[in-house]
């Protein structure tokens, strides 16, 4: 009876992760390079800070000049100057970050520690008006942890402009690698589940 569990339940891992299981060596190798990644970006933060700082100027200008073709697509539309206004705002910011990415790498890390402290008091009214209910510690919990950090960020505001971007982007590299790592040996197990 276990045995005919087992393999049901192989069964119902196998068609949700198709032909991984043979192959989980590979996302296994691509979550242990994601995490040395992660951990040489610990190192150069500053770095790390300023190539993600140039990846979003980048990211504004294709999302900028995608929207302005878009505009030109639709010309009979009664607000396409306002989606072509858009459009050069993403790419005016574009240019500004990459000729500019220091100042542009400060500037966000402010906007990311205020955002941080609104979107925790949002979570923290949010979970105070669901005290109620059964569920509502969670988001509390999470809205003094974004308080706390925009608060930390903020307040070692500009000193913290030199490396947050580059920490954060390194934590979702190790992140990425572990959770990359723990899907491969799921992958693995229900594998050699199958195949007993």
């Not at 979550?31 to 979003?56: M, N």
């Not at 950090?149 to 982007?169: N, Y």
């Amino acid at each position: 009876m276990a045995s005919q569990v087992d393999k049901s339940s192989a069964k119902a891992s196998e068609a949700i992760l198709g032909d991984l299981g043979k192959n989980w060596g590979w996302l296994f190798g691509m979550g242990v390079l994601f995490i040395i990644l992660g951990l040489v970006g610990l190192g150069r933060l500053f770095v790390l800070s300023l190539a993600g700082t140039l990846f979003f100027g980048i990211l504004f200008i294709v999302g900028g000049v995608a929207q302005l073709i878009e505009a030109l697509k639709c010309l009979g539309w009664k607000s396409v100057i306002y989606h072509v206004l858009m459009a050069a705002l993403y790419i005016i910011a574009g240019v500004f970050v990459i000729q500019e990415p220091f100042a542009a790498k400060m500037l966000l890390t402010w906007v990311l520690g205020a955002a941080l402290m609104c979107i925790g008091i949002v979570r923290v009214v949010m979970a105070l008006q669901m005290r109620g209910m059964g569920s509502w510690f969670v988001p509390l919990v999470g809205g003094v942890i974004s308080i706390i950090l925009g608060g930390i960020i903020l307040t070692h505001w500009p000193l913290s402009g030199l490396f947050v971007i580059g920490l954060f982007i390194a934590i979702e590299l190790i992140t990425n690698g572990w959770s990359y790592i723990f899907i491969a040996l799921a992958a693995r197990k229900a594998n050699k589940t199958a195949s007993i």
